[in-house]
């Protein structure tokens, strides 16, 4: 069955760092990979989608990386700051109208 | 322009009891997904609506059944709860089409005592 893994265990790093999150994938080829920011209590916001055919995609302080050879996708949060903690969640999409299937997601802590 | 929003917010039920909970999509979105989520966990697909018809299903018993309106707002039934039920329900919109983003509603929390 197709399984999403994230990093079990939350992040902890110091403001102005860089936060590296990972997001592996099994029995999946998907076309696209989208990553979501979630806050407690509160629904998901989307954050940024990259194709199969992109390597990279960056937003503001935000990259994300897609390597469908090992299957995993990276997200990077460069000069980090305390309002970047939340929840980060991986959502790898097959093409069509299938659902979408999230994993558990990282919780990142930036502490001043 | 209002995103997707649900009703209610909070909400206290006992086992066995049914519940509806409301969503109304984002403007101009046409597709309805409902998602369940725990403490700690991600969020997991329940269904999802389009044409006031349920097109996916995940692993959800036939106690959780849902509807879609001609406007495209929708509905979560949920009968005979059971004290597992208590999570936070999640209503996404999105256009049709392939690698559509979701936008999510604040969600509707769900405690059964």
Known sequence: SQKIEQNSEALN???GKTATLTCNYTNYSPAYLQWYRQDPGRGPVFLLL???NEKEK???RLKVTFD????QSLFHITASQPADSATYLCVPRSGGYNKLIFGAGTRLAVHP | DAGVTQSPTHL?????QQVTLRCS?????DTVSWYQQALGQGPQFI??????EERQRGNFPDRFSGHQFPNYSSELNVNALLLGDS???LCASSPRGPGNVLTFGAGSRLTVL
């Open chain 1, 13 to 15: 790093i110091q403001e």
């Open chain 2, 47 to 52: 269904f999802q609506y389009y044409e006031e």
């Open chain 2, 87 to 89: 999570a936070l329900y």
């Open chain 1, 50 to 52: 990259i194709r199969e």
């Open chain 1, 58 to 60: 960056r937003k503001e």
């Open chain 2, 12 to 16: 206290i039920k006992t086992r066995g």
């Open chain 1, 68 to 71: 469908t050879t090992l299957k």
């Open chain 2, 25 to 29: 999509p984002k403007s101009g979105h």
